[in-house]
Each structure stands twice: as structure tokens, then as C-alpha cells.
């Protein structure tokens, strides 16, 4: 144990190190628009990329998507589950988009058909990655965007940007809304890895009712494989 004159020089020779430390995950002197501008030329560039998209309150034509889970391949593909809520009910609906076209293994079914996803509030899962009407196309395309503060995502050090995202872009890939009214978000990129890591939009998403979105971005280029499914 040390004595406690020795102590208190330890802790005062540490404190700077800890003040730098508090300064770097909450220090806001990144440029926001070059902020944004970096994660799309990163998200442009990724072959591959795992996304989850969850929302308390997000509900189409009387349907609750509570989220939608899996990942994306250039250029055209999506394969994972889609959360849903049937009568208070949780159900998980397998999802693969390949080619323009989405496939779905609906409820009380044993193979994929083809849907229409727009039926859930989404276009197509794939078309998440299209440069120009996908995620991306939202970063350079956002309103007066102002770094709100830097934080940390699961240890990563992000700035967090807050922004109003065009209404007419997100109708692309919410064709639900029945508006084209801007929406607020907050948008964190990643600062060593320049990766667009989250999205939160908070605003009318589907229909005029308010909801609230979050949408997570990770695992960058990882390999994956995603095949159209056979069907009847």
C-alpha cells in the first residue's frame, strides 16, 4: 500500500493523462461536413457490410417492423431477418434480396416467395448500398450538419452529428412516408476508420406519425455469401 504523500503525487501526475483522455471522447473540433463526406467515400467502398435497423414505434399499414437484421453484398444483395410484430406477437421473417428482387419465407410457410417490400415501410434491403439512392446518399445530401459532441460506441471513439436528412432522399428507402418533410438525425462516424457506425432519425418515417429509428453499420468487408433462394 503506498504511504499517502506518495499516493496523492501518483494521482497528480496521472490527472493530465486522464484529462487527455476525457478531452478525446468528448472534444468536438472535427469538421462535420468532412466528417460525412469521408464515411460515404467509406461506405462506397465497403463490398460488405452487417446492418441492424430497430425501432419502438415504427408501424406500415398497420404493421409493427420492430427491426431488420443482416447483411449486405455488392451490388445487389441482403440476406437476413426481418422483426415484426403480429397481435403483440414477435415474428421473424427470413429475408433475402438479390437482383432487384426480395424474397421472404412468410409465416406458417416452409419456402421463399417473392414480396413487395414496401409492404413493411422498406424498399429494397439491397438497394441500402446503392450509391446513389441508398444510406450514403444521405451523408453528403444532410442539412446543416453540426457536431454535437465525440463519444464512444463500443470503445470506438465516434462524432456524434446532428442534421436534417432531405425527406425526398429517405422516401427512396422509406417509401411508407407519406411526407417529404425533412428529418432530424443523429449520425456518428467513427474517427480512425471514417465508418458511418450509426444513424438515428427521429420524425415521420412511415405515414405522418413520429417515429423513431436507429440503424447500426459494422463488420465492414467481412466475407459473406448471399444467394437468391429457389421458390415454387
Do not use: W
Not at 467502398?45 to 447483411?71: E, M, N, Q
Not at 440503424?215 to 421458390?231: C, N, Q, S, Y
Request: proline share 9%.
Amino acid at each position: 500500500m503506498f504511504p499517502r504523500p506518495a499516493l496523492a503525487r501518483i494521482l497528480l501526475a496521472a490527472l493530465p493523462l486522464v484529462l487527455a483522455g476525457t478531452a478525446c471522447s468528448s472534444g468536438t473540433k472535427a469538421d462535420p461536413a468532412a466528417a460525412l463526406a469521408g464515411a460515404r467515400r467509406t461506405l462506397d467502398a465497403a463490398p460488405t457490410l452487417h446492418l441492424s435497423l430497430t425501432s419502438p414505434d415504427f408501424t406500415v399499414s398497420g404493421v409493427r417492423v420492430a427491426g431488420l437484421d443482416g447483411s449486405l453484398a455488392r451490388p445487389d444483395r441482403f440476406g437476413g431477418t426481418l422483426q415484426i410484430l403480429l397481435a403483440g406477437s414477435p415474428i421473424s421473417v427470413p429475408i433475402v434480396a438479390a437482383g432487384g428482387t426480395t424474397y421472404a419465407r412468410l409465416p406458417l410457410t416452409t419456402s421463399f416467395t417473392k414480396v413487395d417490400p414496401a409492404t413493411y415501410g422498406i424498399g429494397d434491403p439491397a438497394g441500402l448500398l446503392n450509391p446513389d439512392t441508398g444510406l450514403s446518399s444521405l451523408l453528403t445530401a444532410a442539412k446543416n450538419p453540426t457536431v454535437k459532441t465525440r463519444d464512444r460506441i463500443n470503445g470506438e471513439v465516434v462524432d456524434e452529428i446532428s442534421a436534417a436528412l432531405p425527406g425526398s432522399a429517405l422516401t427512396r428507402i422509406l417509401p411508407g412516408r407519406t411526407t417529404t418533410a425533412d428529418v432530424p438525425a443523429t449520425l456518428a462516424v467513427t474517427t480512425s476508420s471514417h465508418q458511418l457506425r450509426r444513424v438515428v432519425l427521429t420524425g415521420a418515417l412511415a405515414g405522418s406519425a413520429t417515429s423513431t429509428v436507429t440503424i447500426v453499420l459494422d463488420r465492414f468487408g467481412e466475407p459473406v455469401t448471399i444467394a437468391a433462394p429457389p421458390t415454387p
